[in-house]
């Protein structure tokens, strides 16, 4: 999403869909807006974790507000004169901090590791970051095939997230053998067949394992 469109593309929808229904319902755009206020300030960068190679930078800003902190709500007015003013809102990409620091790959695999060696913790973490690993993880390695909704929107504005996805391929590699299962398994449905070599014998387990969290179940539907 572009800075400074509706925040929320389902409300755009139905109302651009009532405006085709009705024919006579516009919406006009403000075209003026309040003035933007001072953008956050920039973090000092932390030392990189020796976990990450040296071209990754330390610090980096929010891809949603882009350091702002903030965003522009544009408003509008409807055609019966109704006001939805524009305002500028705390970024919920970055919880208004604008900036990101590179991850410490060695404290997101505490986060995610299970009590026997050699295994995933079985209830997601908290943390954001850490719970993109784990449950990413759990994709790629065939634990859980439902595309992750879920977690693509806790990590969606960190500009590290590339980075959290390949550290979860690697993890999957290493616990369950393959870190394509997800992948495959996907292609296989879409297109008959599937690119990758590494796979186990079987991929066509059940979609999903008991550890499951409840608030992922959405992603079954
Ligand atoms: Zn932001």
Redesign the pocket.
Known sequence: MLRGQPRWPLAAASIQRSTIQQTTMALVYDTVFPPEPAHVAKPAARPLPDTLLPHVPPLLA?K??NGA?HNLSKGFTCEDGKRYPSRWEK?Y??DGR?WFHAPDLRVLADAIKGRKPGTLRSKRPDDPRAYYVWRLARFHGGKDVCLPMGAEMEVG?DPYRDILDEMAQAVAKHLFGSGNVGRARWQQAMYGSHEFSDLPATIDGPVYDAHKPLEEMLETV
């Open positions: 929010c949603q507000c902190g970024c990409g970055c604008g504005s």
